[in-house]
């Protein structure tokens, strides 16, 4: 059978023009991150089914890449279901992974303890653009800080790092899971009725506020309800930041705990009044990130003007407990680092400051002292900060010489067998 030389469905190879992009922002994001404290872990890409499953990662759960037993524990003969060929699976995220590795080395982590995770993930999904079964993400996290200190943290590391990779003029949003709540409740629907309701109302950007009427209408809810609770998101229309959330807070009355409302308040002005990045922070009573582990404030940065949104995060306090038996604060921000490398790319990003690079072109025959002279020479130029690359000259110089000019090598030298020519 004849070997395949294609990657496998949903996986790429990185040719090297992307990977130097990939090396540059992977610098930029460790280099900003560790001036605001967070210090780099690293855990396997392989992690125990029982946690995958553990019903914290969503509709991720459904995408897991199993991984089989191994050895005396897999028997084929006697296996009657799933479970007894598979205790494995490939991990979805970084979060699940970095509770359980908090989880079990909490006695030797500093509290609060603030992490930084950048590492391959792995989801069997549908592959399109820019979306593949595997890819990096880059997490940073604070487990340990129960105040606002820690999404105040978060969000200006973030935007900072961002900033620094050319990004300007996107937009924070934010939200709080208890607002949401207190939105639902006010508007007179069941408690148990709210992640139905969160899920249509998700659809918003999509298929407008009376999209989301007519789906919530169809699904069976009072229309009383219904106008009530869009009535909300209509009063909040052309307003943002504190100004948005304070018209909120009005309308919610009793429903909406003060501690919330002033909390929220705290991280947008504090995150407006320091930022060193050119971006705005917008309440958004439409953003509900579907990650049922969410317990507080939720963010997204959006990027309108490509399209989507590159990244997001919020409060999961709840999500350590359930490894330690009992509850440990935690909050995290993940940037879509895969989207924000396509984006440069597709923007012809050049990465600044680059040293020099020179090519020495050696003709075939050239040895001994006259290729040892080459290569001193050229070492000399590499301790003076220029990147060299040495290679024997091919017969088609001219192409070679372009590709070499496409590749950033703006000087070439040309060494002969003889130096007259």
Same mark, same amino acid.
């Given at each position: 059978?004849?070997?395949?030389?294609?990657?496998?469905?949903?996986?790429?190879?990185?040719?090297?023009?992307?990977?130097?992009?990939?090396?540059?922002?992977?610098?930029?994001?460790?280099?900003?991150?560790?001036?605001?404290?967070?210090?780099?872990?690293?855990?396997?890409?392989?992690?125990?089914?029982?946690?995958?499953?553990? *019903?914290?990662?969503? #509709?991720?759960?459904?995408?897991?890449?199993?991984?089989?037993?191994?050895?005396?524990?897999?028997?084929?003969?006697?296996?009657?279901?799933?479970?007894?060929?598979?205790?494995?699976?490939?991990?979805?995220?970084?979060?699940?992974?970095?509770?359980?590795?908090?989880?079990?080395?909490?006695?030797?982590?500093?509290?609060?303890?603030?992490?930084?995770?950048?590492?391959?993930?792995?989801?069997?999904?549908?592959?399109?653009?820019?979306?593949?079964?595997?890819?990096?993400? %880059?997490?940073?996290?604070?487990?340990?800080?129960?105040?606002?200190?820690?999404?105040? #943290?978060?969000?200006? $590391?973030?935007?900072?790092?961002?900033?620094?990779?050319?990004?300007?003029?996107?937009?924070?949003?934010?939200?709080?899971?208890?607002?949401?709540?207190?939105?639902?409740?006010?508007?007179?629907?069941?408690?148990?009725?709210?992640?139905?309701?969160?899920?249509?109302?998700?659809?918003?950007?999509?298929?407008?506020?009376?999209?989301?009427?007519?789906?919530?209408?169809?699904?069976?809810? $009072?229309?009383? !309800?219904?106008?009530?609770?869009?009535?909300?998101?209509? $009063?909040?229309?052309?307003?943002?930041?504190?100004?948005?959330?304070?018209?909120?807070?009005?309308?919610?009355?009793?429903?909406?705990?003060?501690?919330?409302?002033?909390?929220?308040?705290?991280?947008?002005?504090?995150?407006?009044?320091?930022?060193?990045?050119?971006?705005?922070?917008?309440?958004?009573?439409?953003?509900?990130?579907?990650?049922?582990?969410?317990?507080?404030?939720?963010?997204?940065? $959006?990027?309108?003007?490509?399209?989507?949104?590159?990244?997001?995060?919020?409060?999961?306090?709840?999500?350590?407990? *359930?490894?330690?038996?009992?509850?440990?604060?935690? %909050?995290?921000?993940?940037?879509?680092?895969?989207?924000?490398?396509?984006?440069?790319?597709?923007?012809?990003?050049?990465?600044?400051?680059? !040293?020099?690079?020179?090519?020495?072109?050696?003709?075939?025959?050239?040895?001994?002292?006259?290729?040892?002279?080459?290569?001193?020479?050229?070492?000399?130029?590499?301790?003076?900060?220029?990147?060299?690359?040495?290679?024997?000259?091919?017969?088609?110089?001219?192409?070679?010489?372009?590709?070499?000019?496409?590749?950033?090598? #703006?000087?070439?030298?040309?060494?002969?067998?003889?130096?007259?020519?």
């Amino acid at each position: 059978m004849a070997l395949i030389k294609k990657p496998v469905t949903g996986m790429k190879d990185i040719l090297p023009s992307e990977m130097k992009l990939r090396d540059y922002c992977i610098g930029i994001i460790k280099k900003t991150y560790a001036e605001f404290g967070f210090t780099s872990i690293e855990t396997p890409c392989v992690e125990s089914l029982a946690n995958l499953n553990s *019903k914290q990662g969503g #509709e991720n759960e459904k995408l897991i890449f199993k991984v089989m037993k191994r050895g005396e524990k897999l028997n084929l003969e006697t296996a009657k279901e799933e479970n007894d060929l598979t205790d494995s699976g490939l991990r979805y995220d970084l979060t699940v992974p970095l509770v359980r590795f908090y989880a079990n080395h909490a006695n030797e982590l500093p509290s609060p303890f603030k992490a930084l995770q950048m590492g391959n993930v792995w989801r069997a999904d549908r592959p399109q653009k820019g979306r593949y079964r595997q890819f990096m993400q %880059c997490d940073i996290d604070i487990l340990g800080e129960a105040s606002n200190l820690a999404e105040i #943290e978060l969000i200006l $590391a973030t935007t900072t790092t961002l900033g620094r990779l050319g990004f300007k003029d996107f937009k924070i949003r934010i939200n709080d899971r208890q607002i949401l709540k207190a939105m639902a409740a006010y508007s007179g629907f069941a408690e148990d009725d709210y992640d139905n309701v969160f899920i249509t109302l998700d659809k918003m950007d999509k298929i407008g506020i009376d999209g989301v009427a007519e789906e919530l209408e169809k699904s069976g809810y $009072a229309k009383e !309800s219904i106008d009530k609770y869009l009535d909300l998101f209509r $009063a909040v229309e052309g307003k943002s930041g504190v100004d948005g959330l304070k018209v909120i807070a009005e309308k919610l009355g009793d429903f909406l705990s003060s501690e919330v409302n002033e909390g929220l308040q705290e991280i947008i002005s504090s995150v407006e009044t320091t930022k060193s990045a050119q971006f705005e922070m917008v309440f958004d009573p439409t953003l509900v990130r579907g990650m049922s582990y969410y317990t507080g404030t939720i963010f997204e940065v $959006a990027m309108p003007q490509y399209g989507g949104s590159c990244g997001g995060g919020g409060r999961y306090d709840k999500m350590v407990g *359930k490894f330690l038996g009992q509850d440990t604060p935690a %909050c995290g921000f993940s940037i879509g680092f895969e989207r924000i490398i396509m984006i440069m790319m597709d923007e012809g990003f050049k990465i600044p400051g680059e !040293s020099d690079k020179v090519a020495y072109l050696i003709e075939k025959g050239v040895k001994g002292q006259r290729l040892s002279d080459i290569i001193a020479e050229a070492q000399k130029e590499r301790a003076e900060g220029k990147q060299v690359l040495v290679v024997r000259m091919n017969k088609n110089k001219k192409f070679q010489k372009q590709q070499l000019s496409e590749q950033g090598y #703006e000087e070439t030298k040309e060494f002969y067998l003889n130096p007259l020519n």
